[in-house]
Structures are given as C-alpha cells and as structure tokens.
C-alpha cells in the first residue's frame, strides 16, 4: 500500500477540520470540475437510424445522410460540375467546401444563433461587378463568388434541417420543391447565355427577372429569429413574413418625369444595384432622388415580382420552397406548394385596402387569413385564364378581408360618401372595391351595411375627420 507524503495527511486534517466547524445549514462550494464541454449533436430524430450513431461527428453524418437521401442530394444542382450535376457528381473540392461551411452552420445553429459567431461568408451587400460588355447585365459576380454564394445558401439549409432547427422537413417534399430550394439554376444564371449572352465565361448573374441577390444565411436566419417570424408550421411563418411585409413601400415613380424611371435602382438602392439585395429591404434604404418625391426612409421593393423574389430568396433560408408564379395580366402570385397555401398578389401586403385596425368589439384578421389555399388559389387562376378576369382576381384575397372586417381605407371612404351625400353607385366605396366585385355583388356581400355598423358603433366617422 502506498503511503500518504506529510503534506497529504496535513491536508485531510484540515479538511476534517473544517468540516467539524461548519454550521449544519452552511453551503459547501466545491471547484468546478474542468474538462470538455458536452458534445452538441445534430438531430437524431432527422439523421435516421442509419446516421444517428454519427451525430456529433458532423461531417459524417452529413454525408451519412445525403446517402440516404437522394432527392436531396440529387437537387442539389451545380452548374460548373462541369455540366449541371447534382451532389455525386460535384467536384472534390467543392464538396469539401460545402462540408466546411456545413459544419459552420450547424454549430452555429447548436450554439444558439449568437450573433458575435455567425458565420460570414459573404457580404450582406454582395459587391457586384461592372466588368462585363453587355449593356443588358451591367452588374454580376464572379465565379468564385457565385460558388461561395451557392454553397453558403445550401449548407444553411442541410443544417437548419440536421440541428432540426424548424418543425418542416425538407425530406418531405418532392424533387420540383427540393430543387427550387437546393439547385444553383434557381438562385442565379451561370453566363454566358440567352439573356447575356456578351458576359464574360465564368460569370454569374443572379435571376434578373426577381431583381433581388441573397443575403449571408446567418443574417437572413437572424431576421426571422429577431423579429418573431417563425410559427408552428411553414403556413403560419409565410404569414407573419407577410405581416412584416406590410411596412413595404412600392419604389414609384412619376410620370412625365422620365429622370426617376431610368434611375429607379440607384435612387432608391443605391449604385450598386440591380440587382436588389435582400439585406437592403430588410434593413431599410433611405430614397435618394428628387426631393419633390417626397420620399425618405423606407423598406422598399421594385413591385409585385420583385416582393415574390425577396419571400423566395429570405424563406429559402428557413426551408420554405416558394413557386415563382406569374398570371396572364402580367402580376405575380406567390405559390408556397409544401406549406399548402399562396397569394393573390405580390403586392398584397402592402395593399391599403386590406389594412384593419384593431378596435375593442372589432380585431383585425390574424395574418394567415390573408392567405389562400392551394386550391382557392387554382380556382382564382386557372389555366388559360383571360387577361380581364386574371385583372379581377389579383389582389383578391385583401378585398375579401376588406369587405369583411371594414377595413380601414373603406371606413374612411365610407365617412367620405356620408359627408357628400354620395350614392353606392357614384362613391368612394364603390369606387375603390369596383376592380373586384360589381355593386350587386358587393351589396349581397352586406358591404355597407357593415360599415354603417362598425362607423358607428366607434364614432368613426366624428373622430377620424
């Protein structure tokens, strides 16, 4: 047996000692105990029996998992492979990229999102080139950076699915869904090609027709965390999107002042746009042209399709597919097939006449009635639909809110009517909802009535004007 030094024994008395002069009730605080923080893993539950023994390694798993996965991997489409590919076919090196930022992402994500370690990958702001000879596509990336973009944008979405960071499933939806999510043709244009066909090998030029350029995935992630945009499900998180869209302004112009059509871009976001960056609507940009526009700060968009473009690309980053969709009369309508509802305009959140303010005896909708199903929306848009009915279903779905709640922009005009003796047929009301419905429609739909009703039971018609 081997013997205590001096110095042990010294020890263990002292500690006895003590011991026996301690109150009854006191506390004794003992040194943490030091060694290597718990092991974070990824979801189990999303790895699968096949991958789950691989959780804490997170390079294995993932790889583990787009085995056993291959409508997933395959969606992932990179162009440069040297053809189109999906991820068997990726180059070496490129996938190790993809792993690298992966790995960024996910312990990101298991550390709780901190802001000071959010992976930066590229700028908020992507810096867009003027290198190119095509008058058509003035702004681009290089190659290199379109790599690092595509990547950045994937490797965000495998990790949010891994660290099941929301309540949906990628693994749920079906190949047309998961490219629209994963593949690089869908996120920007590898040019030359049809619409540029002067650019320079190697450049790519993001989606021209959405006019909007990612944003880094963590900060995209953190805009929907800080602002409280995650719901239940992906139906409920389009919703509060859409109610954070309401702040939206409509970049516009004069006419007759031909200055502010050809500078739209540079007035309202700056030089180095088109495209728009996403970083920028959400943040907000001060207008920049003209003072008799009157216009100063404000989140603003390019229209209805450039709206599409910003939900596309920011619900990207929290795994919600949307269809970019647009009608005969020219407009678009959001379609958000794994979430199993759509839009009647992508100006619909911003649309006044839909607006409802909340009054005691009278809420206002909740933001997921603004949105319809999948198969109201197919009804509303059929196929082969005539540009004058497609013009009486755009922005449908906020005129039914209206007539329904009395919104306020109806209040307001309805007080109008009052003050000036006008008739339904010749007032204000009439005026603003004629786009949609008829006056016997309207009138069956009890529209004045209830805006007799709600006027009155508030004064509104007294404390408003």
């Given at each position: 047996?081997?013997?205590l030094?001096?110095?042990?024994?010294?020890?263990?008395?002292?500690?006895?000692?003590?011991?026996?002069?301690?109150?009854?009730?006191?506390?004794?605080?003992?040194?943490?105990?030091?060694?290597?923080?718990?092991?974070?893993?990824?979801?189990?539950?999303?790895?699968?029996?096949m991958?789950?023994?691989?959780?804490?390694?997170?390079?294995?798993?993932?790889?583990?998992?787009l085995?056993?996965?291959?409508?997933?991997?395959?969606?992932?489409?990179?162009?440069?492979?040297?053809?189109?590919?999906?991820?068997?076919?990726?180059?070496i090196d490129?996938?190790?990229?993809?792993?690298?930022?992966?790995?960024?992402m996910?312990?990101?994500?298991?550390?709780?999102?901190?802001?000071?370690?959010?992976?930066?990958?590229?700028?908020?702001?992507?810096?867009?080139?003027?290198?190119?000879?095509?008058p058509?596509?003035?702004?681009?990336?290089?190659?290199?950076?379109?790599?690092?973009?595509?990547?950045?944008?994937?490797?965000?979405?495998?990790?949010?699915?891994?660290?099941?960071?929301?309540?949906?499933?990628?693994t749920?939806?079906?190949?047309?869904?998961?490219?629209?999510?994963?593949?690089?043709?869908?996120?920007?244009?590898?040019?030359?090609?049809?619409?540029?066909?002067?650019?320079?090998?190697?450049?790519?030029?993001?989606?021209?027709?959405?006019?909007?350029?990612?944003?880094?995935?963590?900060?995209?992630?953190?805009?929907?965390?800080?602002?409280?945009?995650?719901?239940?499900?992906?139906?409920?998180?389009?919703?509060?999107?859409?109610?954070?869209?309401?702040?939206?302004?409509?970049?516009?112009?004069?006419?007759?002042?031909?200055?502010?059509?050809?500078?739209?871009?540079?007035?309202?976001?700056?030089?180095?746009?088109?495209?728009?960056?996403?970083?920028?609507?959400?943040?907000?940009?001060?207008?920049?042209?003209?003072?008799?526009m009157?216009?100063g700060?404000?989140?603003?968009?390019?229209?209805?399709?450039?709206?599409?473009?910003?939900?596309?690309?920011?619900?990207r980053?929290?795994?919600?597919?949307?269809?970019?969709?647009?009608?005969?009369?020219?407009?678009?309508?959001?379609?958000?097939?794994?979430?199993?509802?759509a839009?009647?305009?992508?100006?619909?959140?911003?649309?006044?006449?839909?607006?409802?303010?909340?009054?005691?005896?009278?809420?206002?909708?909740?933001?997921?009635?603004?949105?319809?199903?999948?198969?109201?929306?197919?009804?509303?848009?059929?196929?082969?639909?005539?540009?004058?009915?497609?013009?009486?279903?755009?922005?449908?779905?906020?005129?039914?809110?209206?007539?329904?709640?009395?919104?306020?922009?109806?209040?307001?005009?309805?007080c109008?009517?009052?003050?000036?003796?006008?008739t339904q047929?010749?007032?204000?009301?009439?005026?603003?909802?004629?786009?949609?419905?008829?006056l016997?429609?309207?009138?069956?739909?009890?529209?004045?009535?209830?805006?007799?009703?709600?006027?009155?039971?508030?004064?509104?018609?007294?404390?408003?004007?």
């Amino acid at each position: 047996m081997k013997r205590l030094s001096i110095y042990a024994w010294m020890a263990a008395a002292w500690t006895i000692m003590a011991l026996l002069v301690l109150p009854a009730c006191a506390q004794i605080s003992l040194p943490p105990i030091k060694g290597k923080p718990p092991v974070k893993t990824l979801s189990k539950a999303r790895l699968g029996k096949m991958c789950e023994a691989k959780s804490a390694d997170l390079e294995a798993a993932l790889l583990c998992w787009l085995e056993q996965n291959p409508n997933v991997a395959n969606a992932m489409w990179y162009q440069p492979a040297p053809s189109p590919a999906g991820w068997n076919q990726w180059p070496i090196d490129v996938k190790k990229e993809l792993v690298a930022d992966f790995k960024q992402m996910a312990e990101w994500y298991l550390d709780g999102m901190q802001p000071s370690k959010a992976p930066q990958f590229f700028p908020d702001v992507i810096p867009m080139s003027t290198a190119t000879a095509d008058p058509n596509c003035v702004r681009s990336m290089t190659g290199q950076a379109g790599r690092t973009v595509f990547l950045a944008v994937v490797a965000n979405s495998l990790a949010a699915e891994l660290t099941e960071k929301y309540s949906w499933s990628i693994t749920t939806y079906d190949p047309t869904e998961l490219f629209q999510l994963l593949s690089q043709n869908e996120i920007m244009e590898l040019e030359p090609g049809p619409k540029c066909p002067n650019v320079p090998s190697g450049y790519y030029i993001p989606e021209t027709i959405s006019l909007v350029s990612p944003a880094n995935p963590p900060f995209t992630a953190s805009f929907f965390r800080t602002n409280h945009l995650i719901g239940a499900n992906a139906a409920e998180t389009i919703a509060l999107l859409f109610q954070w869209e309401k702040q939206i302004k409509h970049a516009g112009v004069i006419a007759g002042h031909p200055e502010l059509d050809d500078n739209l871009f540079l007035y309202y976001w700056g030089a180095n746009t088109p495209p728009i960056p996403v970083a920028e609507i959400i943040n907000g940009t001060t207008y920049a042209g003209p003072s008799y526009m009157g216009i100063g700060f404000g989140h603003f968009t390019s229209g209805c399709g450039g709206t599409q473009a910003f939900m596309e690309s920011v619900l990207r980053a929290v795994n919600i597919p949307l269809l970019p969709t647009w009608q005969s009369c020219g407009h678009s309508t959001p379609y958000f097939p794994t979430a199993g509802v759509a839009m009647t305009h992508g100006d619909d959140p911003y649309g006044r006449e839909g607006w409802v303010t909340a009054y005691p005896g009278f809420p206002a909708p909740k933001p997921i009635e603004y949105l319809v199903s999948i198969s109201e929306f197919k009804a509303l848009f059929p196929s082969g639909q005539s540009v004058a009915d497609c013009n009486t279903h755009i922005e449908r779905r906020p005129a039914d809110i209206a007539i329904q709640y009395g919104s306020d922009l109806l209040m307001q005009a309805y007080c109008q009517d009052q003050a000036s003796g006008a008739t339904q047929t010749n007032g204000q009301v009439f005026a603003i909802m004629k786009t949609w419905y008829d006056l016997p429609t309207l009138q069956s739909k009890g529209l004045w009535t209830t805006l007799a009703n709600k006027t009155a039971a508030l004064n509104y018609c007294a404390t408003q004007h």
